[in-house]
């Protein structure tokens, strides 16, 4: 019996060995492969973690310039943040606010670059929308309408479909086209949702233009019976 056992033990090694010289490369190679990729995902995660935890650092002294309406400061302080570590949330909070205070002190240059780069390099939608809706503001009274403009036309409007043509509005109201500004502002007045106190500012803006909002066809509003 313990021959027998022996026998079949020795059969079972050598079917081992076997499969071991044909596959063995390839069942190292796979386990390589899913382990590194397992701890490059735990090495990615810790990464960020600690980008975020640097950024927001940074953000706490840049937010304390921005009391101060220190421009050189925050400015500096962005322009580490975005070098470091430049696909952290708090980088991107960082430009809106640095584009801010520059623009609050009338260094709009330093406020078109930041930005810019929030809307050209921002994970976050929301922020690359609000960047060029701010961009084009910013450009709308520097008299650039044509960029401004252009500016709006790459907002993911969704959410911000109200404020994009109410901006439109703004723009061709400035260039003149009252008939096209009285179409963007209704539009904005529909799209806007009827308990944001912004809607009558909207509404205000169409009766300087002698026109009333389209109550009857407005998205959220109560059709008039």
């Known amino acids: 019996m313990a021959t027998h056992l022996d026998l079949e033990e020795q059969e079972q090694l050598d079917q081992l060995k076997a499969f ?42 840049l937010d304390r310039a921005s009391r101060t309406g220190d421009v050189e400061r925050t400015t500096n302080i962005f322009g580490d943040m975005k070098d470091r570590y ?10 809106l606010l640095a584009a801010r205070v520059a623009a609050d002190k009338g260094r709009t240059d330093l406020a078109r670059a930041a930005l810019a780069w ?28 044509e960029e401004a403009l252009k500016q709006l036309e790459l907002v993911d409007a969704g959410e911000f479909a109200a404020l994009v043509a109410d901006r439109r509005g703004d723009i061709q109201q400035a260039q003149g086209k009252s008939a096209e500004a009285r179409v963007a502002y209704d539009k904005a007045w529909q799209a806007m949702a009827p308990d944001v106190e912004y809607r009558k500012v909207i509404e205000a803006k169409l009766n300087v ?17």
């Open 209 to 225: 233009l002698g026109a009333q909002p389209t109550a009857s066809t407005a998205s959220g509003a109560e059709v008039t019976k």
């Open 20 to 61: 071991w010289q044909q596959y063995g490369n390839l069942v190292t190679w796979t386990l390589i492969i899913v382990l590194g990729a397992f701890g490059a995902w735990n090495g990615w995660n810790l990464w960020q973690r600690n980008q975020a935890e640097k950024a927001a650092l940074l953000y706490d002294e």
């Open 86 to 95: 430049g696909r952290a949330v708090f980088t991107q909070q960082g430009g």
């Open 118 to 145: 929030v809307a050209d390099n921002a994970t976050v939608d929301e922020y690359r929308a609000a960047a060029r809706l701010r961009l084009a503001g910013l450009l709308l009274d520097e008299k650039k309408y």
